[in-house]
C-alpha cells in the first residue's frame, strides 16, 4: 500500500465525465510466423508471466474520505485478468482508419476507479493478417517515459512465444483500508503539509528571481500561456473522441537536424506547423499570430524505478504565421530555446512540488465550477494543443513472439485543448497519433494527412 504523488493523484481530481484522464497506445503486431496466433488468450498469457514486474497493473485506488489527501493505491484483492484484457475485431480488411474509429470509441469511456486503471483490447481482421493491442491507461498510472519502460517489460528482442502453462508467482494483495483508517493516516500526513508549503514558496522566489533576472538581461522568445489565438477546439468538450494516424521517415528528420543544427523535437514542432497552417488555411480559420503548444517534459532520473508522472512542461509556439518551411524551422528553434531556459529558471520540479499541496477535493471542485460557469469561454486559450514526443526503440521488438509492426500513443484532451498530439519513433518511423473531441475538431484525418505534405515541405527547403 502506498499514497499517491500529488501530480499522480491531480490527473485523477481533474477527471470529469468529459475530461477523461487515460492515455491511449495502438501496437500492431505481426503474428504470421506465430503458431496458433496472437489472440487475447495470447495477451493474458504474457501478461500473467511477467506481471511481478508490473505492480501497477495489480493496484487499485483507495480513496481518502473528504478527498482531504491524496489516495492510496492498494494491491487488489480482487484483481482478475480476464475483465482487463478482451478480444474485438473490425470488419476485414480492416485498414488503419477502421482501427481508428474503434480506438476513438474506447477512448470515450471512463476507466471503472474500482479496479486497476487500465485494460488492453486485442483486434483481429486487420489487413495483411495482422493483428492490433489497444491499450488504455489512466494517466494516474504513468506519463510517456514510464510507459516505454513499462513496454520493455512485456516485449523481447527476439520471436520468443509464451509457453501455454505458467506457473502463478506468490503474490499478497493488500487489505483494503476502511474509511476511518485512511482518515486517519491521512491526517498524520498532512502534519508536514506546513513544513512542504514553506520549501515551495522558498523554492518558487528563488526560480522567479532566476527568470526575472534572465528576462532582464537576455532577449528571450518563447510561448505564453493565454496569448494563444481561439480556434474551434479551444472550447468545452464532450465526452466522445475522435482518433487518427501518420507515419512519417526518421531518418527525413535527421537529415534536416544535421543541416540545420536543430534537433529532432525542433523538426517534429515545425512540420505540425506547417501541417496546422496548411489545415486551417484550408478551412480559411488561419490566424495572424502563431499557435501555443505546451510541450510535456520529463524530469524523470534513471534512479526512477516506479512508473507514475515526474513530468514538467514548456510553453512555446508552433509557427503558424510563417509560409516559408525554413522560416518555420528557425523561429521554432528560437522559441525552444527560450522555453527550455525558461523552463530551466523555473525547475523542473516545481509542478510536482505544487501538486502536493493540492488537496484533491479542492481540484475535483475547481473542475467542477470551471466547467459549470463556462470559464473555458470567458478567456484567451491558455494553449492550442498539446504536443508529446516520446523517442521509443529503434530495433524490432516482439509481443510474445509476435514482431510488433508499429505502434501509436495519444494523450488526454481536456476543456480549452480539444486536440492532443503524440509522436513516438520505432525502427526508423516516426508515427504520429491525434486524440481530439469529436465535435470540436472537424476533419481530423485531413489534419493528420497534411503533416506528411509538411514534412517534404520542409526537406525540399532544407536540401
Known sequence: MKRLTGLDAAFLSLETSTNHMHVMAVVVLDPTELEGGFTASTLKRLIRSRIDKLPQFRRR???????????LWVEDPGFDLDFHIRQ???????????????????????????????????????????VAIIAKVHHSVLDGASGVEMLAQLVDLEPIPVPDAIAPGYWE???????????????????RRPMRVAKAL???????????????????????PFSAPRLAWNSAITPHRKVAFVTMSL??????????????ND???????????RYLEARDELPDRPLVAVVPTS????????????VSAMFTQLATDLSDPLDRLHAVQAT??????????????????WAELASPALLASGMGLYRQLRLVERHPPIMNAIVSNVPGPQFPIYFGGARMVSIFTMGPVFDGVGLNVTVISYEGKLHVGFMACRETVPELWRLAEEVPTAMQDLLKAVT
Open 336 to 353: 525552444m530555446t527560450g522555453a527550455k531556459q525558461v523552463h530551466e529558471d523555473i525547475g523542473g520540479n516545481t509542478l510536482e512540488q
Open 173 to 191: 494483495p493488500d487489505r483494503v483500508p476502511g474509511d476511518l483508517e485512511a482518515f486517519a493516516a491521512s491526517v498524520i500526513s498532512l502534519v
Open 267 to 277: 523538426v517534429i514542432l515545425a512540420v505540425l506547423s506547417g501541417a496546422f497552417r
Open 61 to 71: 485506488v483507495v480513496a481518502v474520505p473528504f478527498g482531504i489527501n491524496q489516495p
Open 88 to 130: 474485438v475485431a473490425v470488419p476485414r480488411p480492416g485498414r488503419t482508419k477502421e482501427v481508428a474509429q474503434l480506438v476513438g470509441e474506447i477512448a470515450g469511456w471512463q476507466l471503472d476507479r474500482d479496479r486497476p486503471l487500465w485494460q488492453m483490447w486485442v483486434v483481429e481482421g486487420l489487413e495483411h493478417d495482422r
Open 202 to 224: 522558498a523554492n518558487l522566489g528563488e526560480s522567479l528571481l532566476r527568470l526575472g533576472t534572465r528576462l532582464r538581461n537576455e532577449t528571450v522568445q518563447t510561448g505564453v
Open 251 to 264: 531518418d527525413d528528420a535527421r537529415k534536416i537536424k544535421d543541416v540545420c543544427g536543430a534537433t529532432i
Open 299 to 310: 524530469v524523470r532520473s534513471s534512479m526512477d524505478s516506479e512508473a507514475g508522472n515526474r
